[in-house]
Each structure stands twice: as C-alpha cells, then as structure tokens.
C-alpha cells in the first residue's frame, strides 16, 4: 500500500517559476524524505527532515513539514530545465526505515 | 566514495524462471534495502537487509527472497516469475550510526526486468 499521495500528478511551468509539490500521508512518522527520479532511473536523495523540524532548505529547495495535518511540501525555486522529473515523497512509519512511497508528481519544465 | 550500484542494468525472462539480481552498498553502509517500482507507480518496500539478516519484510510472496554478505552487498532472488514482476528493482542502502530519524536512503540506478 502506498501512505504517500503527492499532488499534482503533474505539473507544467516554464524555467525560472517556483514549482511547489505537495505530499500527505497517514500515520505517524520519524522522517520524511524527497527524491528526485529521471525517467525511470534511479532515486536521488534531495532532502531529509525530521518530525520535529518545521522547515528545511537545501540549495534551491525548501521543504515543509506540518505533521498536524500530517503533509509536506517541497518547493523548487527558479527552476530550470534540467529539473524535469518526477518527485517522490517518502516516509518512514514507525521509524521502520522500510519507506513507504507515494505515485509522485511529474514535473516538466520547459525552456 | 562509490555509490550504491547494480548489476545487471536490463533483463529479459520468461514466465516460469528464476532472476538473481545484485547490489553493492555504498562504502560502509549494513543496511540494504530492496524496492520494487511498476511503470507509473512509486517504489514499494520488499525487504531490508542488515548485518546478514532479514530485518523486515513488505507484502511480498516468499518466491521474492534475498541474501546480503559480509562486506554489506545483497542479492535478490525471484523465482517462478510472473508477468507481473516487470518493474524496476531499486537497492538502497543507509549508513550506520546515526538515528533512524536521521538516516537517509541511497538508491542504485536499478535493475530494469521484462517477463515475457
């Protein structure tokens, strides 16, 4: 079963617009980590926050948790062409490691 | 540092076979994980990996079974496969010492296999 959904599915904007990817999910958790995967390779690790951090910034990347109404969001500021990808939310129930992944969002973005 | 790698990169089976696929943790990791990722789909959990033994399991039949050996690579093994094992296999491996809140996940570019 998958406890991630990602919204959008998809999402289309042009090189230098922020993109903003939201993620909820379902039961408690320890952490909650982003990939970035091009088409159909491997995962690339983004971004990790803990349950008790709020916020996190890595580059051109900020990333939100609210574990009250247990979502997160991850912003892509000035993006750029080489960003096109799809973008997976997971989280670790119960501290497990075994991460549960939503269906991502495919984000395109055109030159 | 060499990261997490996989061998091999594309596979082709028939129904009614076994496949072994492999992969090396990045340098220093013990826990490995596997994943398998249907077309459109996000990855699911099959099983991990630490110190040798199995440390958890997802919803997976047990023709889906796998080794890790003492310098921390893994191997997966599907036997009797099924159409529906055309995915793409992801090993990821996670480094120790740290707590599991912090430990993040590193993911090999994957095995991509085709039942036919």
């Known amino acids: 079963s998958q406890q991630g959904e990602e919204d959008p599915q998809a999402l289309s904007i042009q090189e230098g617009e922020n993109a903003t990817m939201n993620c909820s999910y379902k039961?408690?958790?320890?952490?909650l980590q982003w990939y970035r995967q091009n088409s159909g390779r491997g995962l690339v690790h983004l971004i990790l926050?803990?349950?008790?951090?709020r916020e996190k910034h890595s580059g051109r990347l900020r990333v939100t948790l609210d574990t009250s109404k247990k979502s997160s969001s991850l912003l892509i500021t000035a993006s750029r062409a080489a960003d096109t990808a799809s973008y997976f939310c997971?989280?670790?129930?119960?501290?497990?490691?075994?991460?549960?992944f939503g269906k991502g969002t495919k984000l395109t973005v055109n030159p | 540092e060499t990261g997490v790698t996989q061998s091999p990169t594309h596979l082709i089976k028939t129904r009614g076979q076994q496949v072994t696929l492999r992969c090396s943790s990045q340098?220093?990791?013990?826990?490995v994980s596997w994943y398998q990722q249907a077309l459109g789909q996000g990855p699911q959990f099959i099983f991990q990996?630490?110190?040798?033994?199995?440390?958890g399991r997802g919803n997976f039949p047990p023709r889906f079974s796998g080794l890790q050996f003492p310098n921390y690579s893994s191997e997966l093994n599907v036997n009797a496969l099924e159409l529906d094992d055309s995915a793409l296999y992801l090993c990821?491996?996670?480094?120790?010492?740290?707590?599991?809140?912090?430990?993040?996940?590193?993911f090999g570019p994957g095995t991509r296999l085709t039942v036919l």
């Open positions: 990821a491996s996670s480094p120790p010492g740290l707590p599991p809140a912090s430990r993040e996940q590193f």
């Open positions: 039961t408690s958790i320890n952490n």
């Open positions: 926050i803990r349950s008790n951090e």
């Open positions: 997971a989280t670790d129930p119960g501290g497990s490691e075994k991460l549960v």
């Open positions: 340098s220093g990791h013990n826990t």
């Open positions: 990996y630490y110190r040798e033994e199995e440390n």
